[in-house]
């Protein structure tokens, strides 16, 4: 056996551990995490942004069509929807669609409501029927079963937000359009019951926009910072990285050194055909080379054991 024979076989005795073991990637396993998180702050912020935007939207038209379905009834309900409301019993969709004062009360509507972003107006009656639509082909469908009539039914207010690729507003045919629907009851001064709901259409596209030009401006703001914060971090990481890995080298290079001299320790020691011990003086046991066992006899495999006990063997 010479140098070269010890160089490999320490080599290879250092490296086939290695080869098992997964060395822990920090810099990988920092990067994929950032990335996540980052994607999932980003959307998060995306939505509860337009979330919360969405819902003042809401608020803040639903206030509005409260009040304007207040000033419509006002005007219009006692002469106007009150007596369509009370004459729809019994009726088909064609009787109340040939209502002799619909003419009169949809112009009446269209000058209230001239300058608003008012599309439509719906009214129903107490069972939920369509008394009134500013599209007359609506007159008479009944919508009992829609959660807006029921809430209005029941006092409450009630609002959505909806997308429409082509809707029938005041002035004709309108497209691509985000409109607020807000549901209105209709009380009765006299006693104080509901005697009927406003259907009112508002048109939002702009502000729904505006809303979504915000959130992209939003996101980019935050993306930038974290973009930001994450090269910092990544830097640091980098330098962290390099640390271990060059303290790792080193503690691999010091393994391999110390393996090849112990190699090379042995190789000379059995090369001699001497015979070599090692005593612990804490614990009394000794550690004898295969040559030693050789030359008192004893098999390569028995057991090391104290001073005393190999003393007794070597004196039989």
Not at 121 to 140: A, E, H, W
Not at 285 to 294: A, G, L, N, Q, T
Request: charged content about 25%; overall charge negative.
């Amino acid at each position: 056996m010479n140098a070269t024979t010890i160089a490999a076989k320490a080599q290879g005795e250092m490296t086939a551990p290695e080869g098992k073991r997964t060395e822990f990637k920090l810099l990988r396993f920092f990067t994929t995490t950032s990335l996540i998180a980052f994607v999932v702050v980003a959307v998060l912020l995306s939505y509860l942004f337009r979330t919360f935007s969405i819902a003042g939207l809401l608020q803040a038209y639903e206030t509005e069509h409260v009040n304007q379905a207040q000033i419509i009834a006002n005007e219009m309900w006692d002469d106007g929807f009150g007596p369509l409301a009370a004459a729809s019993a019994g009726k088909t969709s064609t009787e109340l669609q040939a209502a002799a004062t619909l003419p009169a009360l949809h112009d009446k509507l269209k000058y209230l409501l001239k300058g608003t972003k008012i599309f439509k107006i719906k009214v129903y009656d107490l069972r939920g029927m369509t008394v009134y639509s500013t599209d007359f082909k609506q007159i008479g469908e009944d919508k009992s079963r829609a959660p807006g009539v029921i809430d209005g039914l029941l006092g409450r207010n009630s609002s959505a937000l909806s997308h429409r690729d082509q809707f029938n507003a005041f002035e004709g045919e309108v497209s691509d359009r985000d409109l607020v629907e807000t549901y209105v009851p209709r009380f009765d001064p006299q006693n104080g019951k509901v005697s009927g709901v406003f259907e009112v259409y508002g048109d939002a596209t702009l502000v729904v926009a505006e809303i979504a030009s915000h959130q992209r401006e939003l996101v980019a703001t935050v993306a930038a910072v974290l973009l930001v914060l994450l090269l910092v971090l990544f830097v640091i990481v980098k330098r962290a990285q390099d640390i271990i890995n060059g303290h790792t080298h080193e503690r691999e290079s010091a393994q391999k050194t110390l393996a090849l001299s112990e190699e090379r320790w042995k190789f000379a020691l059995e090369g001699a055909g001497d015979g070599v011990w090692d005593r612990n003086l804490q614990t009394g046991e000794v550690i004898f080379s295969k040559r030693y066992k050789e030359i008192f006899g004893f098999d390569e495999d028995e057991p090391n054991q104290t001073w005393q006990d190999w003393g007794a063997h070597t004196s039989r």
